[in-house]
Each structure stands twice: as C-alpha cells, then as structure tokens.
C-alpha cells in the first residue's frame, strides 16, 4: 500500500461543476501539498496544508490530521483546470522537506 | 515560470551512454530536490542537497547515478550506461531552507527517452 493515496484516478466533469479529489496518507505528516500538473510536465504548487482550510480563488483544500486526510475543491470549473492534480506530504524527522508523491488524479474539464 | 530551470528540456539517447542534466534552482534557495517521474505515475524522491552537501539519496539512486552541486549553487544529476528503465521525466525542485512546511518551487524538467 502507498503511503500516499489518491482518489479518484481519472475525473472527468462537465464546465462548472464541482469537483472532490482525496487524498489519504499512512505516516505521520509535517504538511501535506497539493500541486498540478500540465501535460508537458510543469508542476505548480497550488496549497501546503498542516492543518485546517486554505483557499485560493475557487480551490478549496482541506486536511483532517486526525484522520489522516485531505481534499481539495474546485468549484465551478472550467476546461483550463484540466491537468493531474497532486497531493504529496513531507514528513518530519531527518527527512524534513522531502515529498513524498500520490500517483495523482486526471482531471478533464468538458465545456 | 517558477524561477527553477533545467537543461536540457528533451533528451533521447542510446542505451548505454551517458547523460547529464542540469539545475538551476532560485538563486537564495538553499535546498534542491531530484525528483523522477514515470509515465502516468507520481513523481518519487531520488536526493536532496542542503547548499553543496547531499544530505540523502533514495535506494532508486543506483551507483549508476550521480549528482552534485558546486557550490551550492546549480546541480547536475548524471545517469552512466543508461538502461531503457530509466526513461521517465526528472524534476528538480528548490526552496528556501528545507523545511517540512515551505514550498517547493519545480523546474519544467528533463524528458529522458532511452532507446
């Protein structure tokens, strides 16, 4: 089992519905991260959560240390969200900083 | 553009030769990161370097790979006798002072094909 999970896989949505992708990690965390990627590989980091809600223009995240899980919310969404969206966690100890990565979720965005 | 780059972006190469690429991270930014991704997976740690030292390097990083950064400041990250396995697109990430809670800033990366 990955340390880190994501859900779902593949997500395909109709413009301006909303949309959940989750996130469930097994080890202890410092900070959990959602990030997005478009094709030709560029990764952007969107959120870095260690507790609580953040939100930026129409994402949402969230994080449930206690149950060890987090989601992140796009509210009414448009083709250009289309990417792999990415939750990662770096955990403390002496690997401080490090990620460690979901397999990711594939968002496509119909208009 | 996050302010990281890397060099080349594309590289298609033969088995068994060998190749290098570089990393230009934020110029204050202390710490980098090698990352490797595979096709329709998620990115996986290989090292990292607090300035010049390389703190830690993940059991993926056979002795067939080596990186550096002189002081502190790009890095290099060089596969020898590559194998077909080692197709995947390598990512380098920067930030300040490597702390659990900062971010992260990613170059655009280097495709590697391994023919």
């Known amino acids: 089992k990955n340390e880190v999970e994501q859900s779902p896989q593949n997500l395909t949505a109709q413009e301006g519905e909303f949309i959940t992708i989750n996130c469930s990690y097994s080890v202890g965390i410092s900070a959990l991260h959602w990030l997005q990627q478009h094709p030709g590989g560029g990764i952007v980091s969107l959120f870095m959560?260690?507790?609580g809600k953040k939100k930026h223009g129409r994402l949402i995240a969230t994080i449930n240390i206690q149950e060890k899980h987090s989601s992140l919310h796009i509210t009414a969404s448009h083709p250009r969200d289309s990417a792999v969206y990415i939750c990662a966690v770096s955990a403390g100890g002496t690997s401080y900083g490090k990620l460690t990565f979901g397999q990711g979720t594939i968002l496509t965005v119909h208009p | 553009d996050t302010g990281v780059s890397q060099d080349p972006r594309h590289k298609i190469t033969k088995r068994g030769q060998n190749v290098t690429f570089r990393c230009d991270p934020i110029s204050e930014h202390n710490r980098l990161y090698w990352y490797r991704q595979t096709l329709g997976q998620g990115p996986e740690f290989l090292t990292y370097f607090q300035n010049e030292a390389q703190l830690e390097k993940s059991r993926l990083l056979s002795d067939r790979f080596s990186a550096e950064r002189p002081k502190g400041s790009f890095s290099t990250l060089e596969i020898q006798r590559t194998e077909q396995g080692d197709s995947a697109m390598y990512l380098c990430a920067s930030s300040p002072n490597g702390g659990a809670q900062e971010t992260q800033y990613f170059g655009p990366g280097t495709r590697l094909l391994v023919l």
């Open positions: 959560l260690s507790s």
